[in-house]
Protein backbone atom coordinates (compact mmCIF):
# COMPACT_ATOMS: atom_id res chain seq x y z
CA UNK A 1 0.00 0.00 0.00
CA UNK A 2 1.71 3.42 -0.85
CA UNK A 3 1.14 6.22 1.88
CA UNK A 4 2.81 10.21 1.11
CA UNK A 5 5.04 11.66 3.98
CA UNK A 6 5.01 15.28 3.78
CA UNK A 7 8.38 16.48 5.47
CA UNK A 8 8.58 20.41 6.33
CA UNK A 9 11.14 21.95 7.50
CA UNK A 10 10.26 22.70 11.17
CA UNK A 11 10.51 25.65 12.96
CA UNK A 12 10.45 26.65 16.94
CA UNK A 13 7.74 29.41 15.83
CA UNK A 14 3.94 27.68 16.66
CA UNK A 15 2.90 29.80 13.91
CA UNK A 16 5.09 28.54 11.42
CA UNK A 17 3.86 24.76 12.66
CA UNK A 18 0.54 25.74 12.24
CA UNK A 19 0.86 27.17 8.75
CA UNK A 20 3.32 24.69 7.40
CA UNK A 21 0.39 22.24 8.70
CA UNK A 22 -2.53 24.27 7.04
CA UNK A 23 -0.64 24.76 3.87
CA UNK A 24 0.23 20.50 4.10
CA UNK A 25 -3.63 19.64 4.69
CA UNK A 26 -4.89 21.85 1.44
CA UNK A 27 -2.67 19.75 -0.45
CA UNK A 28 -3.84 16.51 0.32
CA UNK A 29 -6.95 17.27 -0.56
CA UNK A 30 -5.69 16.60 -4.22
CA UNK A 31 -3.99 13.50 -3.89
CA UNK A 32 -5.83 10.83 -4.30
CA UNK A 33 -3.82 8.18 -1.73
CA UNK A 34 -5.81 7.15 1.23
CA UNK A 35 -2.13 7.54 3.86
CA UNK A 36 -0.44 11.02 4.19
CA UNK A 37 1.38 12.21 6.86
CA UNK A 38 3.23 15.13 8.05
CA UNK A 39 6.16 15.20 9.92
CA UNK A 40 9.69 18.01 10.25
CA UNK A 41 12.94 17.81 9.61
CA UNK A 42 14.38 19.42 12.63
CA UNK A 43 12.86 21.52 15.48
CA UNK A 44 9.52 20.08 16.31
CA UNK A 45 7.60 16.94 15.82
CA UNK A 46 6.83 14.46 14.91
CA UNK A 47 10.32 13.70 13.58
CA UNK A 48 10.59 11.38 10.15
CA UNK A 49 11.08 8.43 11.86
CA UNK A 50 7.84 9.07 13.85
CA UNK A 51 5.88 9.95 10.65
CA UNK A 52 7.02 6.78 8.96
CA UNK A 53 5.91 4.72 11.51
CA UNK A 54 2.27 6.25 11.25
CA UNK A 55 2.09 5.47 7.65
CA UNK A 56 3.24 1.83 8.95
CA UNK A 57 0.80 1.26 11.21
CA UNK A 58 -1.74 1.92 8.66
CA UNK A 59 -0.39 -0.38 6.41
CA UNK A 60 2.21 1.22 3.83
CA UNK A 61 4.67 -0.43 2.16
CA UNK A 62 5.82 2.41 -0.20
CA UNK A 63 6.20 5.64 0.96
CA UNK A 64 6.72 8.70 -1.03
CA UNK A 65 8.21 10.91 0.98
CA UNK A 66 7.77 14.43 -0.49
CA UNK A 67 10.79 17.63 1.14
CA UNK A 68 8.55 20.61 1.17
CA UNK A 69 11.77 22.61 0.44
CA UNK A 70 12.26 25.55 -2.17
CA UNK A 71 15.77 24.31 -2.70
CA UNK A 72 18.41 21.57 -3.73
CA UNK A 73 21.23 21.67 -0.01
CA UNK A 74 21.94 19.29 2.55
CA UNK A 75 18.83 18.59 3.78
CA UNK A 76 17.54 17.43 0.60
CA UNK A 77 20.77 15.47 -0.20
CA UNK A 78 21.98 14.27 2.96
CA UNK A 79 19.76 14.61 6.36
CA UNK A 80 16.34 13.04 4.61
CA UNK A 81 17.98 10.45 3.30
CA UNK A 82 20.21 9.44 6.59
CA UNK A 83 17.03 9.64 8.41
CA UNK A 84 15.37 7.43 6.06
CA UNK A 85 18.05 5.03 6.31
CA UNK A 86 17.16 4.44 9.92
CA UNK A 87 13.24 4.12 9.22
CA UNK A 88 14.45 1.28 7.04
CA UNK A 89 16.18 -0.30 9.50
CA UNK A 90 13.42 -0.24 11.59
CA UNK A 91 10.80 -1.16 8.30
CA UNK A 92 12.87 -3.17 6.18
CA UNK A 93 10.14 -4.24 4.25
CA UNK A 94 9.19 -1.08 3.26
CA UNK A 95 10.40 1.24 0.04
CA UNK A 96 10.97 5.12 0.12
CA UNK A 97 11.04 7.16 -3.10
CA UNK A 98 12.14 10.50 -2.26
CA UNK A 99 10.63 13.45 -4.34
CA UNK A 100 12.34 16.74 -5.33
CA UNK A 101 12.13 20.15 -3.56
CA UNK A 102 9.91 22.70 -5.61
CA UNK A 103 13.22 23.42 -7.32
CA UNK A 104 12.87 26.23 -10.20
CA UNK A 105 9.14 26.49 -11.46
CA UNK A 106 7.54 29.08 -13.02
CA UNK A 107 4.31 29.23 -10.77
CA UNK A 108 6.81 30.19 -8.20
CA UNK A 109 7.88 33.04 -10.35
CA UNK A 110 4.26 34.44 -10.55
CA UNK A 111 4.50 34.45 -6.80
CA UNK A 112 7.49 36.31 -6.70
CA UNK A 113 5.78 38.87 -9.33
CA UNK A 114 2.84 38.99 -7.26
CA UNK A 115 5.12 40.15 -4.08
CA UNK A 116 6.04 43.15 -6.52
CA UNK A 117 3.02 43.63 -7.28
CA UNK A 118 1.57 45.80 -4.15
CA UNK A 119 4.01 48.46 -5.51
CA UNK A 120 5.15 50.88 -8.44
CA UNK A 121 8.44 49.16 -9.31
CA UNK A 122 10.45 52.38 -10.78
CA UNK A 123 12.80 51.70 -13.87
CA UNK A 124 15.80 52.33 -12.00
CA UNK A 125 14.55 50.11 -9.21
CA UNK A 126 16.93 46.98 -8.04
CA UNK A 127 15.64 43.55 -6.30
CA UNK A 128 17.39 41.75 -3.99
CA UNK A 129 15.80 38.19 -3.67
CA UNK A 130 16.93 36.84 -0.59
CA UNK A 131 17.64 32.71 -0.10
CA UNK A 132 17.86 31.30 3.80
CA UNK A 133 21.14 29.53 2.33
CA UNK A 134 23.45 27.04 2.62
CA UNK A 135 27.22 25.54 2.55
CA UNK A 136 26.06 23.72 -0.42
CA UNK A 137 26.58 25.65 -3.50
CA UNK A 138 23.75 24.29 -5.10
CA UNK A 139 21.42 26.84 -3.65
CA UNK A 140 23.37 29.58 -4.93
CA UNK A 141 23.20 28.03 -8.53
CA UNK A 142 19.52 27.76 -8.71
CA UNK A 143 18.15 31.40 -6.83
CA UNK A 144 20.76 32.72 -9.32
CA UNK A 145 18.50 31.04 -11.80
CA UNK A 146 15.72 31.99 -10.36
CA UNK A 147 16.68 35.48 -9.87
CA UNK A 148 17.60 35.55 -13.74
CA UNK A 149 13.93 34.85 -15.00
CA UNK A 150 12.32 37.22 -12.63
CA UNK A 151 14.75 39.66 -14.18
CA UNK A 152 13.59 38.69 -17.35
CA UNK A 153 9.81 39.19 -16.32
CA UNK A 154 9.94 42.60 -14.88
CA UNK A 155 12.75 44.06 -16.51
CA UNK A 156 14.60 45.50 -12.89
CA UNK A 157 18.09 43.79 -11.94
CA UNK A 158 17.53 40.98 -9.69
CA UNK A 159 20.79 39.92 -7.27
CA UNK A 160 20.82 37.62 -4.72
CA UNK A 161 22.27 37.26 -1.05
CA UNK A 162 21.78 34.46 1.68
CA UNK A 163 21.27 34.88 5.86
CA UNK A 164 24.13 32.35 5.99
CA UNK A 165 26.40 30.01 4.09
CA UNK A 166 27.81 30.56 0.62
CA UNK A 167 27.59 34.16 0.12
CA UNK A 168 27.17 37.14 -0.69
CA UNK A 169 25.83 37.50 2.84
CA UNK A 170 22.23 39.67 3.27
CA UNK A 171 24.61 41.65 5.74
CA UNK A 172 27.18 42.23 2.92
CA UNK A 173 24.50 43.50 0.49
CA UNK A 174 22.82 45.80 2.60
CA UNK A 175 26.70 47.55 3.39
CA UNK A 176 27.01 47.43 -0.23
CA UNK A 177 23.62 49.23 -0.62
CA UNK A 178 24.35 51.88 2.31
CA UNK A 179 27.92 52.57 0.65
CA UNK A 180 26.68 53.39 -2.92
CA UNK A 181 24.47 56.53 -1.22
CA UNK A 182 22.48 56.89 -3.39
CA UNK A 183 18.39 57.11 -4.17
CA UNK A 184 18.20 53.76 -5.94
CA UNK A 185 15.14 52.01 -4.99
CA UNK A 186 15.77 48.76 -3.57
CA UNK A 187 13.12 46.11 -2.95
CA UNK A 188 14.12 42.97 -0.58
CA UNK A 189 12.16 40.09 -1.46
CA UNK A 190 12.46 37.35 1.04
CA UNK A 191 12.33 33.45 -0.75
CA UNK A 192 11.18 32.27 2.37
CA UNK A 193 8.00 30.09 3.10
CA UNK A 194 7.64 31.16 6.66
CA UNK A 195 7.58 34.86 8.03
CA UNK A 196 8.55 34.24 11.25
CA UNK A 197 12.08 34.59 12.52
CA UNK A 198 14.13 34.56 9.70
CA UNK A 199 11.51 37.61 8.63
CA UNK A 200 11.90 39.14 11.85
CA UNK A 201 15.97 39.08 11.33
CA UNK A 202 15.37 40.68 8.10
CA UNK A 203 13.49 43.59 9.21
CA UNK A 204 15.75 44.09 12.28
CA UNK A 205 18.98 44.55 10.20
CA UNK A 206 17.11 46.67 7.34
CA UNK A 207 16.38 48.93 10.22
CA UNK A 208 19.54 49.38 11.96
CA UNK A 209 21.24 50.23 9.32
CA UNK A 210 19.09 53.47 9.44
CA UNK A 211 19.29 53.84 5.72
CA UNK A 212 19.44 57.70 4.77
CA UNK A 213 19.29 57.43 1.22
CA UNK A 214 18.34 54.26 -0.53
CA UNK A 215 14.60 53.51 -0.51
CA UNK A 216 14.64 50.40 0.59
CA UNK A 217 11.13 48.77 0.77
CA UNK A 218 10.95 45.16 2.53
CA UNK A 219 8.28 42.75 0.55
CA UNK A 220 6.10 39.90 2.06
CA UNK A 221 7.96 36.38 1.37
CA UNK A 222 7.11 33.77 -1.11
CA UNK A 223 4.46 32.38 1.95
CA UNK A 224 2.11 30.05 1.05
CA UNK A 225 -0.22 30.80 -1.27
CA UNK A 226 -2.30 28.56 -4.75
CA UNK A 227 0.89 28.80 -6.59
CA UNK A 228 3.08 27.36 -3.87
CA UNK A 229 0.22 24.49 -3.02
CA UNK A 230 0.08 23.80 -6.96
CA UNK A 231 3.94 22.55 -7.10
CA UNK A 232 3.65 20.82 -4.28
CA UNK A 233 0.85 19.10 -5.08
CA UNK A 234 2.77 18.10 -8.35
CA UNK A 235 5.81 17.20 -6.50
CA UNK A 236 3.87 14.91 -4.70
CA UNK A 237 2.35 13.87 -7.83
CA UNK A 238 6.04 12.94 -9.31
CA UNK A 239 7.17 11.14 -6.19
CA UNK A 240 3.92 8.81 -6.40
CA UNK A 241 4.64 8.14 -10.20
CA UNK A 242 8.05 6.92 -9.64
CA UNK A 243 6.50 4.58 -6.98
CA UNK A 244 4.32 2.94 -9.87
CA UNK A 245 7.45 2.74 -12.21
CA UNK A 246 8.94 0.85 -9.37
CA UNK A 247 6.38 -1.45 -9.06
CA UNK A 248 5.98 -1.85 -13.12
CA UNK A 249 9.87 -2.67 -13.27
CA UNK A 250 9.54 -5.24 -10.47
CA UNK A 251 6.45 -6.73 -11.79
CA UNK A 252 8.04 -7.27 -15.01
CA UNK A 253 11.39 -8.33 -14.04
Same mark, same amino acid.
Request: aromatic share 6%.
Given at each position: ?23 ? +? ?15 ? +? ?99 ? =? ?47 ? =? ?10 ? @????? =??? +? ?33 ? @? ?6
Amino acid at each position: MEAVLYVAHGTRVQQGIDEAIQFI +EAVKQVVPTAIQEICFL +ELAQPSIIEGVRRCVSQGATHIAVVPILLLTANHAKEDIPQELAQAHALFPHVTFTIGQPFGIHDKLLDSLEARLSPFSIEPNAHVYLIGRGSSDPTPKRD =LSEIAQRLHDRIQRPVDVCFLYGVGPTFEETLQHIQQQNDATPIYILPY =LLFSGLLQHHIE @KTIHS =LQF +ETANVTLCAPLGYDENVQHVLAQRTHETLQQIQHI @KERALHG
